[in-house]
């Protein structure tokens, strides 16, 4: 079940899976110099706290880059720290690592691992285009023509036998479904953008999407 959030939820096994949650990004920019406003933890954690608290999953994936540099752990606040400790409390918490964050953490709970696999299904961060996959990493978003005005959200990119999810992260850009990496995992534009609404999703092939 994709959830308009941005969020897949697996009934038979309980699992909620967000993407690309790109914590302390803000606070990682600012160390460049680079000064954005220091509350995308803040509000990414409180739109994971509303999901979690609608689907009450037994266990929650977060599929890569959940923190934007492998520093973003310590750089936490205490808040926030706080606040991850009690949507970790009675559910089972795996951190898939990605590119953002290839190691481990100290101190934040759950447990860490390149790739998670669960009956037909692998979750990763990278996709690969194999079949079966649920992969982050690419920031799905499209683009159409409705009613003379152009509308770009951020989507779900699907075919028959793989998934690409959009990044769940207040602060994540995206990149185009008419991308060359996107023909590329998909082997051509015979897959579909669901795009996020506010309360549901919009479905249309990527060959009517357009381009940025």
């Known amino acids: 079940m994709c959830d308009p959030c941005g969020a897949l939820y697996w009934p038979a096994h309980g699992l909620l899976v967000v993407s690309d949650l790109h914590l302390e990004k803000g606070s990682s920019f600012a160390r460049r110099g680079m000064l954005l406003p220091p509350y995308d933890t803040a509000a990414t954690l409180a739109r994971l706290t509303k999901l979690i608290a609608h689907y009450a999953p037994r266990m929650m994936v977060a599929l ?3 923190f934007h540099d492998g520093g973003g752990p310590s750089r936490l606040a205490a808040e926030d720290r706080d606040s991850i400790a009690a949507l970790q409390r009675g559910r089972d918490w795996v951190w898939i690592t990605g590119n953002h964050d290839p190691e481990p953490a100290d101190g934040i709970g759950g447990v860490f691992t390149h790739t998670l696999t669960i009956d037909a299904l692998t979750f990763r961060h990278l996709p690969s285009g194999a079949h079966g996959e649920i992969a982050g990493h690419l920031h799905p978003v499209a683009k159409i023509s409705q009613r003379g005005r152009s509308v770009r959200r951020r989507c779900f990119a699907v ?7 959009p990044a769940f992260g207040e602060f994540t850009g995206g990149l185009n479904i008419r991308d060359a990496a996107f023909a590329d995992l998909f082997g051509a534009l015979d897959f579909t953008a669901h795009m996020l609404g506010s309360d549901r999703l919009y479905a249309f092939t990527a060959k009517r999407c357009l381009g940025d």
């Not at 075919?159 to 999810?165: E, S």
């Open 64 to 66: 890569g880059d959940s």
């Open 159 to 165: 075919d028959a036998t793989r998934m690409v999810m």
